[in-house]
């Protein structure tokens, strides 16, 4: 289709993971494997905390919340990039690449918030543990997910519909291994400059304003447990502190440098890097960091082995 001499485009050419011929299957396997590992490990921290009463706690309750967003966040992107590793490169329409966009911004949204929560939830139980149970009840924990869930995807939204009004030019190869916002409207020969405007302030508020409240609450928490007299007590709160500050330094760290902090010096490569890190890595991770230093989870896990095996 032409218009003023200019070829409006109407599919996407992914490039993927070029110049990897020789480690094509190789890294195909990995991700493969990864995803399906991903899946499993969340959609198991899922089942403990709906079937187990010993986990029936806001901060299991948040947690398999997170576990939930995981799942859609990897979803959303790992299967197409299957695709376009095996087939080295690939096509999508404009409509599937604004819609897969819409839905990873969704996911991504949503768990910078419900790590934001967390944190709140950790703050709460260390800081002000006499008040915890009084503050932090169902129709507060239910409150924060119902509106983490809802901004993540309202919030996205005023990317997505001016997104879906652009006009789109030659060429369109997009050198990425899936369509993330920045990729995509450097394609566009509409005017930009107002949702490239949006989108900084979107990332603003879903990334640095939370990334601050969540550093603003961990420095509560380690001030109160260095004034815990018991070495066991210190101990049990750093653990289960650092479980989460590790999975928020990562994700957080990613997401800045990609989509806050200036992108001039960065090359698509290193872009694909770290994109890899939190659409892959971490969903992976989390549930092993939460898992492994958690032992009323390991508990809860040993429970349901032993129950199952008595059948």
């Keep these: ?7 409006i485009v109407t599919e996407f050419l992914l490039l993927g993971f ?11 396997t990995l991700i493969l494997v990864t995803y399906i590992m991903t899946i499993s490990s969340n959609l198991l921290i899922i089942t403990l905390v709906s079937t187990s009463h ?11 919340h997170l576990s939930l967003s995981d799942i859609l966040l990897t979803t959303v992107i790992v299967p197409n990039m299957l695709r376009l590793i095996w087939g080295e490169g690939g096509t999508m329409s404009v409509a599937s690449c604004i819609s897969q ?35 932090m009840d169902l129709k507060l924990c239910l409150q924060l997910v119902i509106w983490s869930w809802f901004l993540g995807f309202v919030g996205t939204l005023f990317i997505t519909f001016p997104t ?5 030019c030659g060429p369109n190869v997009i050198d990425h291994f ?8 450097k394609h566009s020969c509409s005017d930009i400059s107002f949702i490239e405007m949006e989108s900084f302030v979107l990332t603003i508020a879903v990334t640095l304003l939370p990334f601050a409240f969540i550093i603003g609450t961990y420095a509560c928490i380690f001030l109160t447990i260095l004034r815990i007299s018991s070495t066991t007590g210190r101990q049990k709160a750093f653990s289960t502190c650092s479980s989460h500050l590790t999975v928020v330094c990562t994700y957080y760290g990613t997401l800045i440098i990609i989509y806050v902090i ?9 872009n694909k890097v770290l994109s890899l890190l939190y659409t892959v890595v971490t969903p992976f991770f989390n549930p092993i960091i939460y898992s492994l230093r958690n032992q009323e989870i390991g508990a ?11 059948f």
Excluded: W
């Design 1 to 7: 289709m032409f218009g003023n001499n200019r070829t």
């Design 18 to 28: 070029q110049n990897l011929h020789s480690f094509k299957i190789l890294l195909f």
């Design 54 to 64: 010993q986990l029936h706690s806001p901060m299991y309750f948040f947690l398999s």
């Design 101 to 135: 966009l819409h839905f990873f911004a969704c996911t991504g949204a949503a768990e910078c918030l419900l790590l934001t929560v967390m944190s709140y939830d950790r703050y709460l139980a260390i800081c002000h543990p006499l008040r915890y149970t009084t503050i």
């Design 164 to 168: 879906t009004e652009l006009q789109f």
């Design 178 to 185: 899936f369509c993330d916002f920045a990729p995509l409207v």
């Design 262 to 270: 200036p992108s001039r010096g960065h090359s698509f490569n290193i």
């Design 300 to 310: 809860a896990l040993r429970r349901r082995f032993h129950y199952s095996t008595d």
